[in-house]
């Protein structure tokens, strides 16, 4: 079995010719405004290179492209980053580019893909992730995969015209565990 491969998606190395896609994606506002809570503005391919560069040169931060397995099909990206090698910890972020391709399952697949990974590859104890509260399709991901809330960044981002929480998730890798066994 390979580790990286599911039955829908496969997760591998991202090329510097997917970052055509990702800029497209930057175009669209809806997009960065549940992705980051830096300003919507588009980024230009030399940004995301530069982006891209930074995951080339380091052990604490991982990047996957996630692709669909029957026509390899680039449809989003996996980040595990600002890994603490000493603590086992580290964060995880998911990007679906293309509305048309959210959901269908395809983050949830690329999440248990990028979970195994993370807790059997990299042996990492807790992984964790922030997310907006009116981002209410993610929150029910990160729960349907097991995360916990663990806190609130109360009134951290003003969008849409009024303040919003950004929320703390993680997941441990007993909690995986157990959540996987009880699949089985």
């Given at each position: 079995?390979?580790?990286?491969?599911?039955?829908?998606?496969?997760?591998?190395?991202?090329?510097?010719?997917?970052?055509t896609s990702i800029t497209t994606w930057f175009?669209?506002?809806?997009?960065t405004q549940l992705f980051?809570?830096?300003?919507?503005v588009p980024k230009t391919k030399s940004e995301l290179t530069s982006w891209y560069e930074?995951?080339?040169?380091?052990?604490?931060?991982f990047l996957f492209a996630i692709r669909t397995r029957n026509k390899n099909n680039f449809i989003g990206y996996i980040e595990i980053d600002g890994?603490?090698?000493?603590?086992?910890?580290?964060?995880?972020?998911?990007?679906i580019g293309d509305n048309n391709n959210r959901g269908k399952g395809y983050g949830?697949?690329?999440m248990e893909l990028a979970l195994d990974?993370?807790?059997?590859?990299?042996?990492?104890?807790?992984?964790?992730?922030?997310?907006?509260?009116?981002?209410?399709?993610?929150?029910?991901?990160y729960k349907k995969l097991g995360f916990q809330q663990e806190g609130s960044y109360r009134e951290f981002i003003h969008?849409?015209?009024?303040?919003?929480?950004?929320?703390?998730?993680?997941?441990?890798k007993r909690e995986w565990e157990s959540r996987t066994e009880k699949l089985e």
């Amino acid at each position: 079995m390979n580790l990286l491969t599911g039955e829908t998606i496969k997760l591998t190395a991202l090329t510097e010719d997917d970052l055509t896609s990702i800029t497209t994606w930057f175009e669209n506002t809806t997009f960065t405004q549940l992705f980051d809570a830096l300003p919507a503005v588009p980024k230009t391919k030399s940004e995301l290179t530069s982006w891209y560069e930074e995951f080339t040169d380091t052990n604490t931060q991982f990047l996957f492209a996630i692709r669909t397995r029957n026509k390899n099909n680039f449809i989003g990206y996996i980040e595990i980053d600002g890994i603490l090698w000493n603590h086992g910890v580290g964060w995880i972020s998911i990007a679906i580019g293309d509305n048309n391709n959210r959901g269908k399952g395809y983050g949830y697949e690329s999440m248990e893909l990028a979970l195994d990974f993370a807790f059997y590859e990299l042996n990492l104890n807790r992984v964790q992730l922030t997310v907006f509260d009116y981002n209410q399709s993610s929150i029910s991901l990160y729960k349907k995969l097991g995360f916990q809330q663990e806190g609130s960044y109360r009134e951290f981002i003003h969008r849409y015209g009024k303040r919003h929480d950004m929320l703390l998730f993680g997941l441990l890798k007993r909690e995986w565990e157990s959540r996987t066994e009880k699949l089985e």
